[in-house]
């Protein structure tokens, strides 16, 4: 992607809806992801540094940590 002089906002991936789903975007300067867990949970983390501006080539990297926990009440 290519940030202009001035800075860019904007959602640069979605996927899912209201049961689940994940955002990759850049809001106040800095690149966000946002993780909907079966509509339970909101995982959130952000970049600590703004993306500068110029062409950069951005992307995350997802760990899985534990075991899934799909138990409705």
């Known amino acids: 992607m290519e940030?202009?002089?001035g800075g860019?906002?904007?959602i640069?991936?979605?996927?899912?809806?209201n049961?689940?789903?994940y955002s990759?975007?850049?809001?106040d300067g800095k690149l966000h992801w946002v993780h909907n867990?079966?509509?339970r949970s909101l995982y959130h983390?952000?970049?600590?540094e703004p993306v500068p501006e110029g062409r950069h080539q951005l992307h995350f990297e997802f760990e899985v940590t534990g075991q899934p926990d799909f138990l409705f009440n």
């Open 45 to 48: 983390v952000h970049s600590v």
């Open 24 to 27: 990759f975007y850049v809001q």
């Open 3 to 5: 940030i202009p002089t």
């Open 19 to 21: 049961d689940s789903g």
């Open 12 to 17: 640069l991936l979605a996927h899912g809806g």
């Open 8 to 10: 860019a906002e904007g």
């Open 37 to 39: 867990y079966v509509g």
